[in-house]
């Protein structure tokens, strides 16, 4: 018998044992109505790290695109300077260009060289002004920030165009100039073709990058200035509260514009599709530079350097091939990376692969350098100059690769160690009221008897899905996300294609928003039966997919 928190064993009317729960078990406030004790909330959720999983920063996919690019590009250097003449085989060089008309304007592809390094400023800038406002609409700091580093692109882009108009008023009268040169090493007969196309190209792409850029200079300063172009998020509505932008009485009091709905959508849109050709625009004028860049007439043999017989401009084999190794590696550790397997062990073994990249980074820096410096104390031959930057560049990508790698490790697996792991809720696990009712021993004629039912023919049978699922919290707006934490080998889930970190957001037509409904889910499938799972999955780099997985239930005697 019992009667709120007290509990009485009668025997023909006459108390045998009374005893008060909350007496005994002061932490218990309530008992449900078959008398079993209620934890308290404090009991019930168990807040408690997954160090499983590896959560990456946000920081993790522009800093791997660029380390991508970047080896990628010290691989094409170390092709085109390699002298390969096949596969397998590497012609060893002196890294040095051997150009007679260095010091004439033939020597550059009929251009003045100062033309050609404003050409250079004008691409690359055109190339950097849209990565830098993606970065920034991606890293996604608060509006006031937002806007002023979208300002601070405006005027870089400014710059640019200025740069760009400066250009075509030096290009648009020389077009014809540009041209191709050989000289015949005995009689010293300089020969010439023409290559005026490539000339009118790079021009039209002055004007092209000069207006584009125009344009988005504009759309930039105007549509950050009423706030119509940022990225958005519900956190800065919740560290702002009491601004109530949407109620029109309170539009003058805050100073806040109405705007109309869709408006942001067009500007995005408008905006993303400006700089996006901009940048293909500032891409193909880099191009087109380097090719007339490439026109300078560059020689070797004994009959132009009588002392030290260069035959080869390239690098020693040992430098080629170290070179290739290091960039191919950094190439597939940045693809293996982008892999949607938040393992800690095997983003740590990539850690520490891209740890060992690093070195030899750093080692085909140094033996680049010395190399270099071997070759700038040789005698340059008479009526020759000798160039070396192209060499140079190769050496700063060697240093430059290891130290945006150097940074890509000390900050994701160092600076934010405790921020990498995974936050999870569970439910604590509910006590058997034999915990909180006295044992039947001292009594064992009031034990109750279980006698089988002769009415059930087998074993009953309980679901399984070969999953262990776990609540995460988002670290931005707190939400409670159901995250599978273990898949069993062989079993359903696996069999459905269900991975490690796939968030569940539906059962057939069910939507899962914590594990309770998960488990009710689960609980009234039949067994046999096929239900589709809808997941939400992130690969390391931070990109999100919905993928569907059809489930056949199980199951096993309960």
Not at 370 to 395: I, W
Not at 444 to 449: D, F, G, L, N
Not at 535 to 544: D, S, W
Request: glycine residues 8%; negative net charge.
């Amino acid at each position: 018998v019992s009667t709120q928190s007290t509990w009485e064993i009668k025997k023909s009317g006459s108390v045998v044992r009374s005893f008060d729960l909350m007496a005994e078990y002061p932490q218990m406030e309530e008992i449900d109505s078959f008398g079993k004790p209620i934890p308290g909330l404090e009991h019930t959720n168990v807040v408690e790290t997954d160090y499983r999983l590896f959560r990456y920063s946000k920081f993790a996919l522009p800093w791997l695109v660029l380390m991508l690019l970047c080896f990628v590009v010290l691989f094409g250097l170390t092709l085109w300077q390699g002298g390969f003449q096949a596969i397998k085989q590497i012609n060893a060089g002196i890294p040095r260009d051997l150009e007679p008309w260095a010091e004439d304007n033939r020597g550059d592809g009929g251009l003045k060289r100062p033309v050609r390094n404003l050409r250079f400023a004008v691409a690359i800038g055109a190339i950097l002004v849209p990565i830098f406002v993606a970065l920034v609409f991606y890293i996604n700091p608060r509006p006031a920030k937002q806007r002023n580093c979208y300002y601070f692109a405006a005027f870089i882009l400014f710059v640019v165009v200025v740069l760009a108009v400066i250009a075509f008023c030096l290009d648009v009268g020389k077009t014809d100039d540009t041209r191709k040169c050989s000289t015949e090493p005995s009689t010293r007969l300089l020969s010439c073709e023409s290559k005026a196309a490539y000339g009118v190209t790079v021009t039209v792409l002055d004007a092209a990058v000069a207006i584009f850029g125009l344009a988005c200079l504009a759309m930039l300063v105007l549509w950050s200035k009423d706030d119509t172009f940022k990225s958005t998020h519900n956190t800065w509505q919740e560290q702002t509260p009491g601004l109530p932008v949407e109620d029109p009485r309170y539009i003058e009091e805050f100073g806040v514009a109405p705007a109309v709905a869709g408006t942001d959508i067009v500007h995005k849109t408008l905006v993303a599709i400006g700089l996006l050709t901009l940048f293909a625009t500032g891409i193909l004028l880099l191009i087109f530079s380097i090719l007339i860049h490439e026109f300078r007439e560059r020689v070797k043999g004994s009959e132009w350097d009588p002392i030290n017989k260069q035959t080869q401009a390239g690098w020693p084999r040992e430098n080629t091939r170290l070179r290739l190794s290091a960039s191919a590696i950094g190439i597939g550790l940045c693809l293996l990376s982008f892999v949607p397997f938040p393992k800690r062990v095997y983003i740590y073994v990539l850690g520490f692969l891209f740890f060992i990249c690093c070195v030899l980074h750093f080692v085909a820096f140094g033996l680049d350098v010395n190399d270099l410096e071997d070759t700038k104390d040789l005698q340059c031959p008479t009526g020759v100059s000798c160039r070396y930057h192209p060499y140079n560049t190769t050496t700063f990508f060697d240093f430059f690769n290891g130290i945006l790698l150097l940074v890509y490790i000390g900050y994701e697996f160092f600076a934010r160690h405790k921020q990498s792991t995974v936050t999870a809720q569970r439910e604590a696990q509910e006590a058997p009221l034999e915990e909180f009712v006295p044992s039947y021993d001292a009594h064992p004629s009031y034990a109750p008897i279980m006698k089988p039912d002769p009415r059930i023919a087998g074993p009953a049978m309980r679901p399984l899905l070969g999953v262990e699922v776990i609540e995460v919290e988002h670290p931005g707006t707190g939400e409670l996300n159901v995250t599978v934490m273990l898949v069993t080998q062989g079993g359903a889930a696996e069999e459905a294609g269900v991975r490690v970190g796939d968030v569940i957001a539906r059962w057939d037509e069910i939507p899962i928003t914590c594990k309770a409904d998960f488990a009710q889910a689960v609980g009234s499938a039949p067994i046999g039966s096929t239900v589709q799972l809808q997941v939400v999955r992130q690969n390391a780099a931070g990109h999100t997919s919905v993928e569907f997985c059809k489930l056949t239930i199980r199951g096993v005697p309960a």
